[in-house]
């Protein structure tokens, strides 16, 4: 299973950037998938998640200006997000919680990350 992300890319304070993350592979089901972040010198923290039903949960730091959405025939998640600002500058990257096909056997996949640089 692969999680391939895109989206990324320099922007300035106030601006919007969708990201999206793509699922490959040998997939049965997609439960739940997710947005993390990491910036220079802090841990990865979550910025969104949703479960298949379309559930979704946030932190508090991004209410109101992202929304995470999914498309489960493309085993898509995407993350538009609005009102950037220079705080919101790092590594984002896609997580999922996968059930592949033939052993489904669960596994949680990451993606490589994408950058996301907010000037001031």
């Known amino acids: 299973v692969q999680l391939q992300a895109s989206g990324g890319g320099l922007v300035q304070a106030g601006g919007s950037l969708r990201l999206v993350c793509a699922a490959s592979?040998?997939?049965?089901?997609?439960?739940?998938m997710g947005w993390y972040r990491q910036a220079p010198g802090k841990q990865r923290e979550l910025v969104a998640a949703?479960?298949?039903?379309?559930?979704?949960n946030y932190a508090d730091f991004v209410k109101g200006r992202f929304t995470i959405s999914r498309d489960n025939v493309k085993n898509t998640v995407y993350l538009q997000m609005n009102s950037l600002k220079p705080e919101d500058t790092a590594v984002y990257y896609c997580?999922?919680?996968?059930?592949?096909?033939?052993?489904?056997?669960?596994?949680?996949?990451w993606g490589k990350g994408t950058q996301v640089t907010v000037a001031s």
């Open positions: 949703i479960t298949s039903g379309g559930s979704t």
């Open positions: 592979g040998s997939i049965f089901r997609i439960n739940d």
């Open positions: 997580n999922a919680d996968v059930q592949t096909a033939g052993d489904y056997a669960y596994g949680n996949y």
